[in-house]
Every structure is written in C-alpha cells, then in structure tokens.
C-alpha cells in the first residue's frame, strides 16, 4: 500500500465559502470508527458496507464508502485496502454495461437490477480521487473507463442526469453529482460536454425549488416538478443541499450557491436559528412530516451553509449540532453524518486542485475555563511535520489537572507530542474536594451531597434483567471493593441482561440524585463544565437526567468498555440525545439526576460489570451536607482551616469515613470531631 499524499486529517479551506468555528477532526474520526465498525464488513478480497436492511448493500452505500476511506486514509486508520477491497465489491456485481446492480445481497448476487446514478457517480468520483491520494494509474485508468461511460449510459439526450443506465424518467434532484461533474470536466480525461451537463442539471434543481423554501422534491419530472415516485423533501432530496455546498467549496459555481442559499434562508428562518429543529423530511411548502432531529437531514444543511459568511452563527451552530450525534443509529444518518462532517471540517477536498498541507496549529483549551492555563515549548503559530512540542498544563488556585483530551491523552501534566496534523488540546481540572461528588471511600450508599445511589433494571418494561446489587426502600447501595488509582472503593454494579418480554432492547442502570429529597426537584448545575470519573467494565452511556425532558431522551455520551481503570474527561457539549428523541436543550439549571446505563443495543445473554469512581463536576461547587441545614460553624471552621471538607449527618454530626482533604480523597474524621 502506498503512503497517502493527503493522509487525515487536513483540516484545509476550500478555494470558496467559509468553514465553521471550532471544526474538529477528532469528530470525524469518531464517526468514522461508528461507521467502519458497524457497517464495513470484508469477504475475501471483497468489502460491503451494510445497507439499513444488514444483509443487503447498495451501490450509493459503496459510493460512500469509497469516498470515506479515500480521504480517512493514514498511519492509523490504513483505508487504502479497504478502498480497493469496496471497488472490487462494485465490479464484481455489474450489469452488462458495467455498473453495479444497485442492490445487492450480501456476497452472494443481484436483489435489483441495473445501475444507480448517485453511486456510480460517488465511486467514480472516488476513482479520480485515489489516483491523486495514492499516485496508482490504475485508479486513473478505471476512473477514465467510468467517466466514458457515465456519459454514454446515464446523461440524457437533455443532458439531465438519468436515474440510472436503464431507465430515463422520472429525475432525481440529488443525483446530481455536481462536484464530481465539476472535477470531470476539469481533468478531462475524456472528451465529453461535461460543462453542458452541469448547466442543465443546475437549470432542472433550480426550476425543482419551491418558491418559498427552495425544498425540492424526491424525484420530478424533467422540467423539476414533483413525480408522483416521491413527491416531499425526504431522505433522497435531503442530499442536495450537501452536493451544492461541496459544489461551491471546490469550484464556486453560482448555480450551486443559489441553491443552497434558498434553502438555507428559509431553513434558519424556519427554525428561528436552532438546527435541533431541523425536522426529518417537509412538504415543499416547509410543512414537518416527522418531528425528528437527524444527521441525514441537519448535516447537508451544514453543509450548505458554508456557501456564505452571512450563514457563519448558523454554520457554528449546525456544525455542534451534527457533531453532538454520538451513538450508533443507520446507515444512512452514520453515512450522511461523516460525509458532513469531512466536508464541514475541510477534508473533503478536491485533491487535483490541493497541496498536501505542511503548517499545522496546536489549538489549546482548558475545562472548566478559568481552571489553568497551558503553555507550548516552543511556542509558535505553526509548526512543521514531526516537529516536538511540549504541553505544560498549569494549575490555578486549588484546582488540580485531571487529564489531557483531544488529540493528546495521558494525566501528566507535562506532555511531549511530534506534530502530524493540526491538533486540538484540553486540558481537564477539577477543585478536589470542592466538586467532588462520591469516590466511594466511606463505603457507604451516599454521595457527598447526602443523596442515595439507586440501582434499576427493565422488570416494569417486562424486561427480565438482573442486576446486582438491586436496591429498594430498604436495600441500600453498597459499595464495593476496589477503586482507581489505587483507592479502596468505587460504585459497581453487575449484569445479566435478558429481554423477557420487552418492547425494546434490554437494559439495566445505576446514578444517584442531585436533590437530597431523592425526588424530581432539579438541580443547578450549570457552573459545572462537565464531568469527570474514572469507569471500568462494560460499554455503557453516561447520562445526565434534566426536568425539561419528558420522552426519557436525555443527553448521554456512550463509553467504550475498559478492561483496566480508564479517566473519562467530558464536557457537556459532548453529550447528545438519541436521534428518536424529541430535540430539545440540555437545561442543566433542572438536572435531576446522573446515570450510567447499559447501552440501547444491549441482547439477552449479554453479562458483565460497571464500576465508576472519583465523580467530578468540574467547576461546581458540590453543597457537601446539603442535606442537612444544621451544620455548625464550628464544624465548618474546623475543616476547613485544615484544608478538610466534612459531609454532616441530619444531626450537623461528621459520618464516620466522610472527612475529604483538598484532593478529594477521604479521609478518617478525628476523634475529637467525631465526639462534637
């Protein structure tokens, strides 16, 4: 395999448009692992990614993928075989005109016939561009052959795209490949009217728009209005504001930003700025079809949005929108996310036009703000390929470093790194003591806020899990034996998941209250920056639960499992809700409660354990004792004046085991503070 001349990420502007603040390639990635690890799947010299029906692929979905693995290629991720594995999977099942059938089952044969053109399209696209990312010829040569026969076989005699090579009629909007047909047309490494083909596919999706909205519909005639096929903006016509963006990004056509633009204006209107209210699927006229919040709808219109600096807030907004979309859903919305997300990022680039990128940026930051400071040795602007650079994390006042995040882990302080890429780095503090929530020392069934740790299964949803331990009223939650960092306890729990007759997947929990009442009185918690633990054990969700969501559609963030103790450092932007969820704020002035949960794709038979320790909410002073409004001064004077922090009993008395020094670690409360 060859080195790639573009290896990821580039993080690069494009020749047109703007890109959003704050864009990160580390959510690329993590997309991309959601998508390779759930979809990809090889067979001999062959690779599939697997369509919303598992056991069946279509070419678009080999379209996309090809694409994917082009520009996700370096010394990590390695795509470049997979890349020839998935073109191997599109020539094996041809037509005779030599497009694949566009619907596949498995490895083994056709399931619908003849070719599509969005996906012969999207891998011919991706031919032009390995043969710029890894120099073979041979991707030219196959990306020459396809191009010849695109025109010959899925241009109309209108030079409308067809749907495909065996049928003319009706049209689809977002087939029209335009930044592929743009690169076409550039190369030319055939001799065909591409620039004619652009001018009436650009005049048909103009003439498609509604007035109002400039939504188009599904599929239309060939004039642009709608066909009885598909006559709503749905997961077909969703793609078109994402081919227009890419269009503008690499080439400036007007025709690509006057349609985007259209659709952009209404959209930010329509939603009065907010892309949680970008809905799944409208009639032409704006009106919703369904209520949901989904990557395949949101992240084109990010995507579109890029074509003017007028859209920037928007832009922003869209951007931390798309990358809060954080669990596994479907092909479709994984596959639309990353592509939105390369595209957004500045890896989407038409590499024939591009230099591989040679300065790169250390962008630093610090959670909760305010907390320290990090400094770079040496310190420049930008730095070259495999330059050495120091990161120094510097505490302020009594806060103490907890870990690097981004593209940088580890919990010293001082962290050497070689630059490959432009990188993004937090460094995590937490105030000891002062917004530790529970490390479990004591032993007991109680956080530092007086609340009580809960177990809770899916027996009311007629599931039939088991989890131990199982509290009550009366059973209490114990903490068990052995925590991080050499500590003596954490909180765990251990499962056995059976389905039984629920509806829905089976699961099993366990959190603790913010309110010491144990009931559903919110809490503000919005000082906090975030949340800090160390977890071990099974693949879970962390959530926080928040009064202003009634559809259990809390922000969570899903945690890979940890054979060893592993730090998790999260800021609240991190989290998001299920994409079924009703979209909505995450209101952490009405926190109610935080828990960690087995995950939706849970099946009977799965067993295991989670255990959690050293529980943070980084810039929150925890209220210790708020439980109680009778803690005495003289309590509180001698705690304190020695650096000490003391959880009180009802009585203003210290529990026993509950004495914390100024690095949130307990301690044994002196005998003379016991007898007071």
């Not at 188009?216 to 006559?231: E, H, K, L, M």
């Amino acid at each position: 395999m060859a080195a790639p001349k573009f290896p990821f990420p580039q993080d690069q502007n494009y020749a047109f448009g703007i890109k959003p603040a704050g864009a990160n390639h580390n959510d690329v990635q993590a997309a991309f692992k959601i998508f390779v690890t759930n979809y990809y799947e090889e067979s001999g010299d062959m690779a599939r990614i697997k369509w919303d029906t598992p056991t069946q692929t279509v070419s678009e979905g080999i379209g996309y993928g090809m694409l994917i693995m082009c520009y996700m290629d370096n010394a990590t991720n390695m795509t470049q075989s997979k890349f020839d594995k998935l073109w191997a999977y599109y020539q094996h099942f041809t037509n005779g005109a030599g497009f694949m059938n566009w619907k596949i089952n498995g490895f083994s044969g056709a399931a619908e016939m003849n070719g599509a053109t969005d996906g012969d399209f999207d891998a011919t696209l991706a031919l032009c561009l390995a043969y710029f990312q890894w120099g073979d010829a041979k991707y030219k040569t196959a990306a020459t052959t396809m191009i010849q026969k695109l025109y010959a076989n899925e241009v109309s005699a209108s030079k409308v795209l067809k749907p495909g090579d065996a049928f003319d009629s009706p049209k689809n909007p977002s087939y029209f490949v335009a930044a592929a047909i743009g690169l076409f047309n550039k190369l030319k490494w055939d001799s065909n009217d591409w620039a004619s083909v652009l001018t009436a596919n650009y005049t048909m999706v103009k003439g498609a728009q509604n007035a109002t909205t400039g939504l188009v519909a599904d599929w239309t005639n060939d004039a642009g209005q709608p066909d009885s096929r598909g006559v709503n903006y749905t997961y077909d016509a969703a793609r078109v504001p994402w081919r227009m963006g890419l269009a503008y990004a690499w080439y400036g056509d007007a025709g690509a930003k006057d349609i985007a633009s259209k659709m952009t204006s209404w959209m930010k209107t329509s939603t009065a700025g907010d892309p949680a209210l970008i809905m799944s699927g409208y009639q032409l006229n704006g009106t919703a079809i369904q209520k949901y919040n989904l990557p395949a709808y949101l992240g084109p219109f990010g995507a579109a949005a890029m074509v003017d600096a007028a859209n920037q807030a928007w832009l922003d907004a869209c951007y931390r929108k798309l990358a809060s979309f954080i669990d596994d859903d479907n092909y479709y919305n994984e596959s639309l996310q990353l592509i939105s997300l390369l595209t957004m990022t500045g890896n989407f680039l038409d590499f024939s036009s591009v230099t591989p990128k040679t300065a790169f940026k250390i962008t630093t930051g610090v959670s909760p703000a305010g907390a320290g400071t990090v400094t770079l040795t040496p310190a420049k602007a930008t730095y070259a390929l495999n330059d050495q650079v120091t990161l120094q994390a510097v505490e302020t006042g009594t806060n103490k470093f907890v870990s690097w995040g981004g593209d940088v882990t580890g919990t010293t302080t001082s962290k050497t790194i070689t630059v490959t890429s432009d990188m993004n780095v937090t460094a995590y503090f937490n105030a000891g003591a002062s917004d530790l929530i529970d490390d479990g020392e004591d032993g007991d069934h109680l956080t530092r806020l007086g609340t009580k740790w809960f177990t809770y299964d899916d027996i009311l949803n007629k599931g039939a899990s088991v989890v131990t331990p199982k509290t009550t009223t009366t059973a209490l939650f114990k903490m068990a034996d052995g925590g991080a960092a050499g500590s003596l306890k954490s909180a765990k729990i251990t499962f056995s998941l059976d389905k039984g007759a629920n509806t829905y997947n089976p699961f099993v929990g366990f959190g603790f209250p913010l309110n010491p009442a144990g009931d559903s009185t919110p809490v503000d918690i919005s000082a906090s920056s975030g949340l800090t633990f160390y977890m071990k054990g099974a693949t879970c969700d962390v959530r926080v639960e928040t009064l202003n969501i009634t559809d259990f559609g809390y922000f969570f963030k899903r945690l890979p499992a940890a054979a060893d103790w592993t730090l998790v450092s999260l800021k609240w932007t991190d989290f998001a809700q299920a994409t079924w969820a009703k979209a909505t704020t995450m209101d952490l002035k009405k926190a109610t409660k935080i828990a960690w949960q087995t995950t939706d794709k849970g099946v009977t038979g799965d067993k295991g354990d989670i255990s959690v320790d050293e529980i943070h909410l980084p810039g929150w002073v925890v209220p210790v004792g708020i439980k109680s409004s009778h803690r005495s001064a003289a309590s509180a004077a001698a705690g304190h004046s020695r650096n000490l922090f003391l959880r009180l009993d009802h009585n203003g008395h210290p529990i026993p085991g509950s004495m914390y020094n100024a690095a949130g670690r307990s301690v044994a409360v002196p005998q003379s503070l016991s007898n007071r």
